[in-house]
């Protein structure tokens, strides 16, 4: 056999064909590489995966459409079925036990689960692969049909976190240790340690070492409710904010409309996608109260103002929005705290000096 080909190559390749939305040419890059000696692991974790990543960064930077970013997810999709189900595939067949791999409910960015489906696949394990946006009473029904040794959870929207912290706390107490993984869980696992999840791994390969050292099952004498994990939540802010998001997002409209004039000739596609992104705005917020981490929401709020200055769209639009909110919850103290400090990561964006501008 010969030396295994460069990743690095093989992953500008496989962009290459992707960008092009060439089904045909991405699976005989990967194919190739594969005969000439690439492990089907690196395939997965240092060839699609960076492609994939890539994918994200080029929507970012409105250098491709929604629409050719969906299309280069689902060709990488079925690159990685075309690996699994190749003929001469060796696969073992699962002497290490079973396991869960599941999104979060709402979850719908599946590919990296379905990554470490197939990584742990070939590392033995039993893997029930359930996809993205799976309801937490099924995945529960499933675990009482099958008793696995873990569930590995993943998230990439933080938006998602309440809800994982129920989908974790649902699987405990029927003595399913989880294992969580993904952005959704921040930098070094931060909110899986927050949500009290069993166990948290970086990435596949990280996963596969947790396992390998097992993870013991959990306790189910004891009844646990959010407010048991997170404390804070006993001030009700995040619970009063979250219920009242229909009312803010209308509201924040109107007022922007009364402060901006302008407003009222927009269409009706540019109403809806206004509301949308004061939707946005309100669901980061309330995560950050319900996780108690003002940083989370000053994270979104920064990642925004990089999307619309790659769209011309002016950043500091974005702080009307939070002036507008603020006034709206000016009863919640902790709520106030983390607009302020969005807005103050925000004000700091704005004086940014541009890459490559003259001073």
Same mark, same amino acid.
């Given at each position: 056999m010969s030396e295994p080909v460069a990743t690095t190559a093989v992953v500008e390749r496989l962009w290459q064909a992707v960008s092009d939305g060439d089904e045909h040419g991405a699976a005989r890059v990967v194919h190739d590489a594969l005969a000439e000696g690439t492990s089907e692991e690196a395939l997965l974790l240092d060839v699609i995966a960076p492609v994939q990543e890539r994918v994200g960064v080029e929507?970012?930077?409105?250098?491709?459409?929604?629409?050719? *970013? $969906?299309?280069?997810?689902?060709? @990488?999709?079925?690159?990685?079925?075309?690996?699994?189900?190749?003929?001469?595939?060796?696969? @073992?067949?699962?002497?290490? #036990?079973?396991?869960?791999?599941?999104?979060?409910? %709402? *979850? !719908? $960015?599946?590919?990296?689960?379905?990554?470490?489906? *197939?990584?742990?696949?070939?590392?033995?394990?039993?893997?029930?692969?359930?996809?993205?946006?799976?309801?937490?009473?099924? /995945?529960?029904?499933? /675990?009482? /049909?099958? @008793?696995?040794?873990?569930?590995?959870?993943? %998230?990439?929207?933080?938006?998602?976190?309440?809800?994982?912290?129920a989908t974790i706390t649902a699987c405990q107490a029927i003595g399913v240790p989880v294992l969580a993984? %993904?952005?959704?869980? %921040?930098?070094? #696992?931060?909110?899986?340690?927050?949500?009290?999840?069993?166990? !948290?791994?970086?990435?596949?390969?990280?996963?596969?070492?947790?396992?390998?050292?097992?993870?013991p099952r959990p306790d189910t004498s004891a009844i646990r409710h959010a407010v048991d994990d997170l404390p804070h939540l006993a001030d009700q802010e995040y619970t009063w904010v979250a219920r009242s998001r229909p009312q803010l997002v209308k509201q924040t409209l109107v007022d922007l409309e009364g402060r901006f004039p302008a407003m009222r000739t927009y269409s009706d596609a540019q109403l809806e996608r206004t509301a949308e992104d004061i939707a946005h705005t309100v669901d980061f917020l309330t995560t950050a109260l319900y996780v108690d981490d003002p940083g989370l929401f000053a994270g979104f709020l920064t990642w925004t103002a990089d999307i619309l200055t790659a769209r011309n769209v002016p950043a500091h639009s974005l702080l009307s929005g939070l002036d507008v909110l603020a006034g709206q919850l000016h009863d919640f103290p902790r709520t106030l705290k983390t607009i302020e400090l969005g807005s103050t990561a925000l004000s700091e964006y704005a004086v940014r000096p541009v890459p490559g501008a003259r001073a």
């Open positions: 929507w970012a930077a409105d250098r491709i459409t929604v629409a050719q *970013e $969906h299309a280069a997810t689902a060709i @990488n999709e079925r690159v990685i079925a075309s690996l699994a189900h190749r003929p001469d595939s060796r696969r @073992n067949t699962g002497h290490r #036990g079973r396991v869960v791999v599941s999104c979060v409910d %709402g *979850e !719908w $960015h599946a590919l990296p689960a379905r990554l470490v489906a *197939e990584v742990l696949t070939l590392h033995g394990w039993r893997v029930d692969y359930l996809g993205a946006q799976t309801p937490t009473p099924h /995945l529960v029904a499933h /675990l009482h /049909l099958t @008793n696995p040794a873990a569930v590995l959870l993943s %998230g990439s929207l933080p938006t998602h976190l309440p809800t994982a912290h993984g %993904g952005r959704a869980f %921040g930098p070094g #696992g931060r909110y899986a340690k927050k949500l009290r999840a069993d166990r !948290w791994a970086a990435d596949a390969r990280a996963a596969v070492a947790v396992l390998d050292q097992g993870i």
